[in-house]
């Protein structure tokens, strides 16, 4: 039944959202721009009422959308039918089942590539509470220090459907990644490319990598397992995007070394994820939030520059919009955006009346409002971040900084021939190819990294956002020329960029899938089936403080059954809390008493847990052979603390305490 309940649901949320796009199409052009606008646009207004007064559960509400977004597909039925519009909901419904297809071969939540914090910050926003939330991580204080409208947006998905919150983690990335395929393929239409050549930049887009794709296999030392083995694909997709300052001596080819030996040996974490990267990452981090404005403004710029549009005022109003929604949505590509958007409207000023501009600053202002109330608590909570200069030694190294982005270079060079749209081309140019050298002079330090991570964050934030837009823009420009050389020099380019689909399937297919299917993303944590009865009885307990261990290896996995019973935690994970927040003096204690907790030698167990309310204490299957500790523990708090067992093995124990 379960199947058939996600199919139907499945359903009933593209009702909505194809009711919602064309209903918005009624004022935007129809298809990928008017889905995300009117995605946005719904979300962006929520997000600032419910700083005022929380909503709550909004499951109610399922059933009369469905029925208003019925009337609109049945009253403009006519437009629905049209060619252009059907083609549209085919790109963004496979565009969907492609990311859904990640999700259900790899639900799996856990504390890598921030998947858990992900998971933590979605949670946060299911209850429907006023904002900014309790941080549920540490609930003394507020979530109002991080950028999380990409995560709001996916507790709303939740709250109107009744998913929780790991599914609703799930499906929002396969959702937002849909998103932004349906505006590259937009973007792309507004070029009029022939079929081969449009499929041709849509799967280099969704499933390229970078410069160093069409040369790993050359550069890497042959593994031990082979090509065909799991690791050897993990390392494929690892050292795509790990390129810089990880691939070193120690994996590279004799070739290489006799090469470049130099520029290998492992120096600065320089990280770069390209969109097509974010699958196997399989998280639901902030860069997607990029990758949504980026292409939303790069179709808009397409449509404005190539078409006659009637709705030049609302997509201009847009092009606005996307400069300070990017604050709430991944604040490292603010800059980013606002020169893209900026230089372009500068250029613009040469050919359009001045008058045009004010259609781009309402726009601005607009969502400068809309996002005024999180900025309350973001500006004075959120990280710090300065503009510093990039030391000497701490430039990239130039043969693997050409590696990884010689595609870009080079699209950018054959700009100057690339006919019929060459002026657009020279713009695009002129815009990236900057932008890529400022990171090799400007460094945003936020003081949470240091020593070999001094430009991790930058790196990983500005490099994926600057080669997917550039290198798209760029090659369909050189595409649409009437210059068969151009064309080809960039079709070639493209082929090699997508040699990465190749990793990208080894990967698919040889990763072991235990959890498949399991779209809540507790599969890991839930494999062993006292802790998966343990789990269940927390998510449908009453409300309370959980308490979990801290562990000492890295990442300190802990934060995860709060999370998913969408309770809040004494302390979720310490080492994001303090990159997140730098002022939290109190962890070190706190992480002591828990640590102390757990081994049975806290000094005054029971008044540590009734101090701070704590009504659940956690011992799950990684304490479960601890029996000396566990009796220490329950002789001590059994006074106000009854255990409830989920193992039926007689020598351990994995269940929790639950206050009387």
Known sequence: MRPLFFLALSAIVYVNIAGLTLAAGRFLPAGAIARAAALIGVCAVLFFIEHFVGLGSLQWTLPFLTAASLYVLWRWRTQLCRRETLAAEAVFLI????????????????????????????????????????????????????????????????????????????????????????????FLESFALKPASRLLAIVCFTVGGTGISPLYHLIVAPPATGYLSTQAAKDAVLHNSRFIGWFENGVASDLWNSLSSSATVRGLQLPIETFGEQFPVGGFHAPLSGFLFLLLALAIMARLTLGRVSERPQLEFLLGLSV??????????????????????????????????????????????????????????????????????????????????????????????????RGLALRFAAIFIPLLLATEVLNAFDGAYGGEFIRFNPALKWWGWIFTGGFLALSTCLLASERRLVRWASAITLLLVS???????????????????????????????????MMAFLKNADDGLVLENVYDERPKDTGIY?????????????????????????????????????????????????????RYVVWSVRESTDMPDWAAIDRAINPDYAWVEFSSTPDRHVGVWARR
């Open 95 to 186: 565009a969907v089942t492609y990311g859904l297809g990640w999700k259900i071969a790899f639900p799996q939540v856990v504390e890598v590539y921030d998947r858990l914090s992900d998971l933590h910050l979605v949670a946060n926003y299911m209850t429907g509470a006023k904002l900014p939330p309790a941080d549920m991580w540490l609930p003394w204080q507020r979530l109002d220090y991080y950028y999380t409208f990409q995560q709001y947006s996916a507790a709303l998905l939740g709250r109107i459907t009744g998913l929780d919150a790991g599914v609703s983690f799930n499906i929002g990335a396969a959702l937002l990644s849909g998103l932004v395929i349906a505006l590259a393929w937009d």
């Open 324 to 421: 300070p929604m990017t604050i709430c949505s991944n604040a490292w590509v603010l800059p980013l955006q606002a020169i893209l958007i900026g230089s372009w409207k500068l250029w613009d000023l040469g050919g359009r009346p001045l008058r045009e501009l004010r259609y781009s600053l309402a726009g601005l202002a607009a969502g400068l409002v809309l996002i005024l109330p999180f900025l309350a608590g973001f500006a004075a909570d959120g990280h710090p971040i300065k503009l510093v200069r990039v030391l000497a030694d701490q430039h990239s190294p130039w043969a693997q900084f050409l590696i990884i982005f010689w595609p870009l270079i080079l699209v950018a060079i054959l700009a100057s021939v690339a006919g019929r749209h």
């Open 499 to 533: 040699l990465f689909a190749g990793d990208l399937a080894a990967y698919f297919v040889l990763q072991p899938k235990p959890y498949i299917a399991q779209l809540g993303g507790e599969g890991f944590y839930a494999a062993d089936l006292a802790n998966a009865r």
């Open 562 to 614: 709060g999370s998913f019973s969408g309770k809040p935690d004494l302390l979720g994970v310490p080492w994001i809390l303090r990159v997140w927040n730098n002022r939290l003096t109190e962890l070190p204690n706190l992480e002591s008493d828990i640590s102390h907790f757990f081994r049975g030698v806290h000094p005054a167990p029971l008044q540590f847990l009734t101090g701070f309310h704590v």
